[in-house]
């Protein structure tokens, strides 16, 4: 059966901007601050270095009981036997990842407006990751959703949102009030010099 | 259960080379000119490029009866229902590739020593691509495989041996000689002006 996912603080990895040693120790430092969910994401490693980070990350998350959620790379959530896997609208369908995976497995979809939305709950989809919010350094190639598109996903679709894109604790409370479900941070907690720390008080943000 | 495949000449894709059109064209080309497998590699697609090429293709093999092996990408050669998987020493571990797919996928490793060639075999492989054989283009991260070594793996492993890399008309009946059951190629026949005689004097060539 499908567990019940807390998508509050969802650290999403960037080893580039990672201020921790390895991407193992920025789990764990994100999971201590109060990290809810972890979503692996590598666009330049070889698929056996990707493997093999994988494994390590899933040992720390697991230990936690965290999600691990792995982008795009369905072959390496299969391997891994991480508990979910996010794509976006250039990857493989949505409808045909939900195939694949069978019911269990958390499916998570980016989508930046309203139609993408509704494709993705056709699709079988968990939860939308809606982005970008705001301009951001870590992800170039997306259009930014205005918080009118934001409130007409929300309005639209009954299933989490979470979301993505130069998210901090400025404006965690106000995407609160729009009744998101979530945060996906990247540089915001991965790339702050404490990262415990960071989670802890994006967290507060959100919650508080 | 596991189909009886005829490794003797493997089209190995590539659009930046290629001469016809389009994919699907190409394919059709080759397989008329004798080809008997089909490896789909793309390097640059996205994702959803490469899940729809590969459906694409997929129509003209299945319609030919031709295997479609997909190159690196477990997640497209499940989400396609290709006949098998290819991959590298620095993909995702055989192994754990076959413990995913099941005994009826078809399971190529490539392989550049007799240990490599061996440990694949080991983790489940159907076949061994060995390569590169000789310089070229197509693929320029690679170490090449001596004759002598080619002619180890050859007496160290019992399942099929594909060649690859740089191999052409005139090298093909030496290849042959050293007991290996097929050859793939990239640019002898995807990027050659007429797709389908150059399939079928290297089918020539090769089975002389």
Known sequence: MKRKVDYSICLVTDRGLMSAPTIELAVQSAINGGCTLVQLREKNASLREFFEIAQRVKTVTDDHGVPLIINDRLDIALAVGADGVHVGQSDIPARIVRNLVGADMILGVSASNLAEAIAAVEAGADYIGAGALFATGTKTDTNLVSMEELRKIRYGI?????????INTQNA??????????????????????????ARELKTAFEG
């Open 173 to 198: 409370r106000l995407l609160k009030a729009t009744g998101v479900d979530g945060l996906a941070v990247v540089s915001a907690v991965i790339g702050a010099p404490d990262i415990e720390s960071a």
């Open 158 to 166: 009954s299933i989490p949102i979470v979301v993505i894109g130069g």
